[in-house]
């Protein structure tokens, strides 16, 4: 149950106001359950069959399972009925792409199709670019891709080199450049292209027909080896002005938004992929004997599944938490501007998608290498899904927005809201200063939630000593930043953990909750007393300091005991105790 279904909070206000209830798994309607079996019967049916053959080579099976996805509906989720789609709320696709992410490779194939790929032209197309393409897409008929990396530029997605020049006649355009690491570019029909012209970043439909454009080889990759990855190349390719996409220059809005819907499929991606992990662990340690017993009852492996499973509930809730406040934003939206109000209402929560992207593929690259481990040698023989797992895994932190440039992202947006007035964030750490000066000694009442408030303070002290510090040039200071986005990370999850936790009867999740809530509060304390002493000097270093320990304090507890319970809890499921 949702608290208030009128007022959507604002992305970024849970760290300025305490949350009482949110979206959960729990509350998945019919149809989201009906999607998930059918993905789940879609892996096991389509995928499942084809899965070897794809990773040896055999890329052209995403082009039937993409058409097969698109028969069951699987390909418009996001799309208006008027084009052939389901139009349903975002967490249906996160359902979707959790259900998806063991296929690895196709994964990738279907994640570019229906993300990156297609909603570039259901937020931004003409009608007549949509009547031409839109329903094509969703039926699989089509296929797309996303060209915005070139070999010199990935990051820095602004330094693109790729050129369009108008002709004189002022028919087309004229596209030059190469783009790289292009997912789908060995069968996608329609490429949306990022090029610049004399008013910026533009964004253009290109077929694949087109005269001039040439694809390189299929990139020899670590993992997600079922996805096709080609360099493309433009030589004078004459894109007609019909298909150029959204306005002239403003390339960069297309670009960026939508990769904040990618980011947050794929934090969700990834706890699916977690799962699989943890659930080939748990099965593995059940049935491997060492020393005359299974695996299991050894304290250290119990420790990493417990650790997976605390990881995955702390992640699982906070992606759904995010995909609610999305779905109740959208929702109450103006629907005659529908394209701009989706746009506007993902963006308000585009710090949410970008803590979830960091979250999520940490959680999976802990979860495979804890996986690994658990499998002893057999863990690196290809014979065993462990070992492919590790390796499709590893993308996840490359992809949609480094890891890095993510983390710079999330107290940059926050500081850029408050800069704005949008959040009150320097009146929070400006009166927060002042209670660090004159600690109270009350016993809070609800302890476990009075620690994730301390964190908060924490979180808000650093960004603003950070940004009185250092004003226009805290962009500079990274590593200050990074510390200040790791405990913003921990503070979103292990809020997330706890009350969901609350809600379900089972006394292990109050565990998961507390396991996540207690590591959380000590790196907090380790990584904000790292930063302190270049935020601050002399004594009101000493009291910050001083400040930092008390918010972080808690009372030791037997980790060693509520791992242990967590452990047995997932062997028993073998897997993922996934909440009823
Ligand atoms: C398998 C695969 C599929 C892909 N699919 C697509 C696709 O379909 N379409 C597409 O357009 N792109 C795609 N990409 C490209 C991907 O998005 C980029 O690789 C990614 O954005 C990183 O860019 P880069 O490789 O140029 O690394 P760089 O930007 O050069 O980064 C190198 C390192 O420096 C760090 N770094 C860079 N800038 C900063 C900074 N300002 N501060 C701190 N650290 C920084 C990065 O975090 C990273 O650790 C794909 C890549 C791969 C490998």
């Not at 004189?168 to 060995?186: P, R």
């Not at 000097?537 to 509520?562: F, N």
Request: with cysteine.
């Amino acid at each position: 149950m949702i608290a208030d279904r009128k007022q959507a909070k604002k992305g970024g206000s849970w760290l300025l106001e305490p949350t009482a209830t949110f979206f959960t798994p729990e509350d998945f309607d019919d149809t989201t359950r009906m999607i998930q079996d059918t993905v789940r019967t879609f892996v096991e049916k389509e995928y499942a069959p084809v899965s070897d053959a794809m990773e040896h080579g055999a890329l052209e099976h995403n082009i039937p399972l993409l058409a097969k996805a698109g028969e069951l509906g699987l390909l418009g989720v996001e799309v208006s009925e008027e084009y052939g789609g389901l139009d349903l709320p975002k967490t249906v696709s996160t359902v979707i792409a959790e259900g998806l992410s063991p296929t690895g490779g196709f994964s990738v194939s279907y994640g570019v199709q229906t993300s990156i790929g297609l909603l570039p032209l259901v937020y931004w197309g003409t009608k007549a670019q949509k009547d031409k393409y839109l329903a094509k897409l969703v039926s699989g008929e089509l296929i797309a891709a996303y060209c915005l990396t070139e070999p010199q530029s990935g990051s820095d997605a602004m330094g693109a080199k790729t050129r369009a020049e108008l002709t004189e006649d002022g028919k087309y355009y004229l596209l030059n450049g190469t783009k790289m690491w292009i997912s789908n570019a060995g069968f996608a029909h329609l490429f949306t292209v990022f090029a610049k012209t004399k008013e910026g970043l533009t964004a253009f439909l290109v077929e694949r027909d087109m005269p001039g454009l040439r694809f390189g080889g299929e990139e020899k990759k670590l993992g997600i080896k079922a996805s096709s990855t080609r360099q493309v190349f433009f030589e004078d390719v004459k894109v007609p002005v019909e298909n150029l996409l959204g306005e002239l220059g403003k390339g960069h809005k297309i670009a960026f938004n939508v990769l904040n819907v990618g980011r947050y499929k794929l934090g969700a991606g990834a706890i699916g992929g977690a799962k699989e992990a943890l659930e080939l662990s748990a099965k593995y340690a059940k049935e491997r004997v060492a020393f005359g017993t299974p695996i299991a009852n050894f304290g250290l492996i119990q420790q990493k599944l417990a650790e997976m499973a605390s990881r995955i509930f702390a992640g699982e809730s906070a992606v759904y938490r995010t995909m609610g406040m999305i779905d109740e934003a959208l929702e109450n939206l103006d629907k005659a501007n529908a394209a701009e109000a989706v746009l506007a209402g993902i963006e308000e929560y585009a710090i949410e998608a970008s803590i979830i992207k960091v979250l999520g593929s940490e959680i999976l690259d802990y979860s495979v290498d804890e996986g690994v481990q658990i499998h002893g040698g057999y863990g690196y023989s290809a014979e065993y899904p462990i070992e492919r797992a590790y390796r499709d895994s590893r993308i996840n932190r490359i992809f949609e927005g480094t890891n890095e440039i993510n983390r710079l992202l999330i107290p940059g947006m926050l500081l850029r809201r408050a800069l704005k007035g949008e959040l009150p964030l320097f009146e929070a750490a400006t009166q927060l200063q002042k209670e660090l000066l004159e600690p109270s000694f009350d016993e809070p009442e609800d302890k476990e939630m009075s620690q994730i408030e301390n964190l908060k303070k924490l979180a808000l002290a650093l960004l603003g000593l950070a940004a009185q510090k250092y004003t226009t040039k805290v962009e500079q200071e990274q590593e200050v930043l990074g510390v200040t986005a790791d405990i913003l990370i921990d503070i979103y999850a292990a809020e997330s953990a706890l009350l969901r936790s609350r809600r379900l009867t089972d006394s292990v999740y109050a565990d998961i909750a507390q396991l996540y809530a207690y590591q959380a509060i000590d790196r907090a304390q380790a990584g904000a007393l790292s930063v302190l002493p270049r935020l601050v000097e002399g004594d009101e270093m000493r009291v910050m300091a001083s400040a930092a320990r008390r918010l972080t304090k808690h009372d030791p507890v037997d980790l060693v005991e509520i791992r242990r319970r967590i452990a047995t809890k997932a062997l028993e499921a073998e897997g993922y105790p996934q909440p009823k």
